[in-house]
């Protein structure tokens, strides 16, 4: 069930509109949903920010994994580009899109996607740019929301267990409390 | 599948720990994840806090449905008389806990819940007095993508199609663009 993470295909995460003040926790939750649930990379855009960068690879060289985070200063160029490609599906998130439901049971597991996840103002552009405009429900949330259960729902979750490899700690499942591995450099 | 919105029970979030000025926006989502997924009620408790209430009451004003939202001072109170009076499962989500696919299996759908969802530093104490302790994935990454995970997997979505009636705009799934609709007062 779900795509599978040993497929040779990339899942990418291209955060429009960061504003460095106001979206500096948020940013960085979103990049690390993107992380956890089997994205491959996270480009930022917006304002250059090096922050949410710079806690996505420290948590990547904590736990493991390889996740590439860049900035482009021309998110909208990478979009046309991308579009025009075919080689990658653009998948964009946002309330007023068909029903994620729905877009799961025609979207291909074996192909790239770019998911587009919005901040304030989407250019209407985008719209017309996406090959599917997805919503999770049609109630205002947070793109932190939507990205964790379209992921969720996108990826088998099993098919993740590998992709943390090399890291320095690791968290094992418990009843009560914490239980923390820390793994020795080899 | 999954709890029916239609149920005589609750589901409340408490959210520990907010810090004004650092969580802002991330309260601000969680209280909207909250809603949008099926919650009742969102407790807020760390700093007295009046603006994510406010953005929580307008977003129900304008897109409808009952959401509570209240401030809570003493939270640990709040849990420990929970967990005495055994009408209400304590669910605390933490990176730490158990799979959460694991409790799913066990969980009921016809009690009431209050969902735990820490901020920085959660008491140990909290671990103790939750009936479960559960992990969306043993990576780092949000409150609000645990959130939004849990209760797309625990609520039956098509439950709340109800649930948010009396409001003044409401959107309809589109494939490209916006389709907003204005309800009229009756």
């Not at 960061?18 to 855009?45: N, Q, V």
């Not at 250019?123 to 205002?140: H, M």
Request: glycine share 8%; net charge neutral; charged share 25%.
């Amino acid at each position: 069930m779900g795509r599978s993470e040993n497929m040779n295909t990339s899942i990418s995460v291209l955060r429009l509109g960061h504003r460095r003040e106001r979206d500096k926790r948020i940013t960085s939750h979103l990049g690390l949903t993107a992380r956890a649930f089997g994205a491959d990379e996270i480009i930022l855009s917006g304002d250059e920010d090096p922050s949410p960068l710079l806690t996505w690879n420290s948590v990547s060289n904590r736990f493991g994994g390889e996740f590439i985070c860049r900035y482009e200063s021309k998110p909208l160029r990478l979009l046309r580009k991308t579009a025009k490609d075919k080689n990658t599906l653009i998948v964009h998130l946002t309330m007023y899109g068909e029903k994620m439901e729905e877009i799961l049971k025609k979207l291909p597991f074996d192909e790239s996607i770019l998911i587009v996840v919005g901040g304030t103002k989407v250019p209407g552009e985008v719209y017309g740019l996406a090959d599917y405009n997805v919503s999770i429900g049609n109630q205002p949330h947070s793109e932190v929301a939507a990205l964790a259960i379209f992921l969720n729902n996108y990826v088998d979750i099993d098919s993740l267990n590998n992709k943390f490899s090399g890291g320095e700690i690791k968290v094992v499942p418990t009843k009560r409390g914490k239980n923390i591995l820390t793994l020795e450099e080899e």
